[in-house]
Structure formats: structure tokens, C-alpha cells
């Protein structure tokens, strides 16, 4: 065992490379009687899940491929500063660990442990190019500790440097490589990118060394989603829920799975299940109402419709599937009203020109019956 076992139940030493789940619209294919066309056609869909093996709670992995980093521990106040630091990291108090790892820094200059937690500090405080500096340090003065090229990239990616973040989980591969959250990562980059086998790949990779993770499984399926190999994506989204059965975006992209299918009840019934789980989820509000107005349910659809943009008053697919309710009701001051709100929100989307049209074919009517 190596010179950073002690440090096990100290300190989180993952950094999540960014803050909650991205949300992207997902096209979707023609539906029957909704007059969207193919390209303004769209469902919102969670996307893929950072690593969560970055918790605060968790302490530092060991790996065999892991250097030691050598003589750091030998004095037992260093150890006890270090310690204090890492917990306060782990209880959010990151100026006073920013403060104690500084001052161990002038006694102690070629600390890369040091250098590390403040690396952390430094993350968690949005001071993201002093984190960095302060990492690329730690890797000057130990440059085989897989960890430390981890939360580089993780740094790398919060800037915006894919590239670099790439580089970074690649090395901490090179040097461990069973380190699974640097494979999930990575993946996440060659998904944002298109990369959709690589992507595939990498998940593969890293759930033959956690099966159970529910999040590479889900980004697995979305991975699945995107290159339209739905029943291997209904399969994954399966086993993620298997794993955790509580997880609303699993439930929503699962939905929006069999809707691409065909399968619009199963698809209904998994957006509701995600609404049991999080009642205010803009997402599948908007989804389950659409899908609920494909089935000519529109009094259901309009309810959730509404729903989806009270949590997102901005919402431009959902006014204008709301539009498309009233105008089949009948509504036609209504419907106009949502039209002409979806163009307000997002007069450039992809539902604009069909916004457009209705709004032109319910003023063509008009004026007929005049």
C-alpha cells in the first residue's frame, strides 16, 4: 500500500466536470396528426450524468498503479493539517481550507498533496485557473498519480477545453488503467462531440469494472439513442433503472425511446412514472403532454402542457404544442395566443415556422368565414 492510503474517509478526490445535467432537445420523428414538421419536431431530453463517484463523502481510491507520493505523511502534524483540510473541503468550508493548505505551503513547498486539496478548494470556490495552476503543480511534483490527471481534466472541461480534458483522462488511463470515472468522462467528450462509438466504447469499458453504475448505463443507452439503436437504448435505460429506479431522467429518455418506436403508450407511462419522482420536471411535463396530444387526449394534454410551462415560462415546444390543443378544440384565440408566445420566447427555433403557419392558416380561416 502506498503513502496516500491514510487519507482514505478524508476528502472527495473526483471533480465533477460540470454542475447537474445538460438538457438538449432531441429530434423526433413525424407524428401522426400534429402537423409539426420533421425538423420542428421536438422532444427534451436529459443528457448524460457526470461521474458521481465525485462525492464529498467518498474517500481517496487506491490503485496498485498509483506512485506514492513520497515522505509527504512522514511528519504526523502534516498529516494532521492535510486531514483538517480535507475536511473541510468535505463540509463546504473551502476558505478555511484554502487558508490552512496555503500556510503549509510556505513550510512545505513541494507538497503535491497540498497542492491538490487546494486544487479542490480552488474548484469548488469557481476559481477554476488557480485550481488549475495549482494541479499542474501537483503533477510536476508527482507526475504518475492517476487522481491528480482526473481532476485536470476535470478542470479542462469546466473551462471549456474538451481537448485538453481529453488529453488529461487519457494519462490518467495510461497510468491506471482501471479507473473507471476517467473512461465515463472521456466518454462524455466523445459523446458531446459525436463520437458515438467511441463513446459506446469507453461506457463498455468502464462498466466491465462497475456493471452496477447506473449513470454509465444511462449514458450508454443515450449513446444508443443517438445513433437510432433503440432497442439496445430501451435495453441500457432497463438495466440503469434496475440500478436506481428513483432517477426521473432515466424514466423521461426511456419515454422518449418509444416514442421514436412507435410506442406512444409506454411512452406516456414512463413520463409519468419521471413526474412521480420529480413533480416540477419541465421535461417530461412538456413530453407526456405532447404524447398525450398524439393520442387525441387533448383536455389531459393541455394540463400538463400548462404544467411544463409554469416550470419553463419559456418553453417555445410546449406553447406550441399547447397551440395545436386548442386550435383541435376549437379555440382559435387561444391557440393564437400560444403561437404567437412560442415566437416571442424562441423566434428562431425549430417551432417557429410551424408557429408561423398556423398562425397564417387560422387568420386565412378567419377571414373566409367573413
Request: aromatic residues 12%; glycine residues 4%.
Amino acid at each position: 500500500m502506498n503513502n496516500f492510503a491514510y487519507f482514505a474517509g478524508c476528502i472527495a478526490v473526483f471533480i465533477t466536470i460540470s454542475a447537474g445535467f445538460a438538457q438538449e432537445p432531441m429530434d423526433q420523428s413525424e407524428r401522426e396528426k400534429s402537423g409539426f414538421n420533421k425538423t420542428a419536431d421536438q422532444t427534451t431530453h436529459e443528457f448524460l450524468k457526470d461521474n458521481e463517484s465525485a462525492k464529498p463523502s467518498k474517500g481517496i481510491e487506491e490503485t496498485e498503479n498509483d506512485s506514492p507520493v513520497a515522505g509527504y505523511i512522514a511528519d504526523p502534524k502534516i498529516k494532521e493539517l492535510l486531514d483538517s483540510a480535507g475536511s473541510d473541503i468535505s463540509n463546504s468550508n473551502y476558505v478555511l481550507a484554502a487558508e490552512k493548505l496555503n500556510a503549509l505551503l510556505v513550510s512545505q513547498p513541494g507538497n503535491a498533496l497540498a497542492y491538490y486539496y487546494l486544487s479542490v478548494a480552488n474548484y469548488y470556490m469557481k476559481q477554476y485557473y488557480e485550481s488549475l495552476d495549482n494541479i499542474a503543480i501537483a503533477i510536476d511534483l508527482c507526475p504518475n498519480y492517476a487522481v491528480f490527471y482526473y481532476q485536470e481534466g476535470g478542470i479542462y472541461e469546466k473551462i471549456g477545453k474538451d481537448k485538453n480534458a481529453a488529453g488529461s483522462y487519457k494519462k490518467a488511463l495510461e497510468i491506471d488503467p482501471n479507473y473507471y470515472p476517467a473512461y465515463v468522462n472521456l466518454g462524455n467528450i466523445y459523446y458531446v462531440t459525436g463520437s458515438y462509438k467511441s463513446a459506446a466504447e469507453l461506457y463498455k469499458r468502464a462498466l466491465t469494472l462497475n456493471p452496477k453504475d447506473s449513470e454509465t448505463l444511462y449514458n450508454l443507452a443515450n449513446t444508443y439513442h443517438a445513433t437510432a439503436d433503440y432497442e439496445n437504448a430501451v435495453y441500457y435505460f432497463k438495466k440503469a433503472l434496475a440500478e436506481n429506479d428513483s432517477d426521473p431522467a432515466i424514466y423521461n429518455n426511456l419515454g422518449i425511446t418509444y416514442r421514436q418506436m412507435g410506442k406512444i403508450d409506454l411512452a406516456i407511462e414512463q413520463f409519468h412514472k419521471a413526474l412521480l419522482f420529480k413533480k416540477d420536471y419541465s421535461l417530461s411535463a412538456y413530453n407526456l403532454g405532447d404524447s398525450l396530444r398524439i393520442k387525441n387526449r387533448l383536455q389531459e394534454a393541455i394540463e400538463f402542457l400548462k404544467q411544463a410551462i409554469k416550470e419553463n415560462p419559456n418553453h417555445q415546444y410546449a406553447y406550441t404544442s399547447l397551440g395545436i390543443c386548442y386550435e383541435e378544440l376549437g379555440n382559435l384565440d387561444d391557440a393564437i395566443k400560444c403561437y404567437e408566445k412560442a415566437l416571442e420566447v424562441a423566434p428562431k427555433s425549430a417551432t417557429a415556422p410551424e408557429a408561423q403557419a398556423r398562425l397564417k392558416n387560422i387568420s386565412a380561416k378567419t377571414k373566409d368565414k367573413k
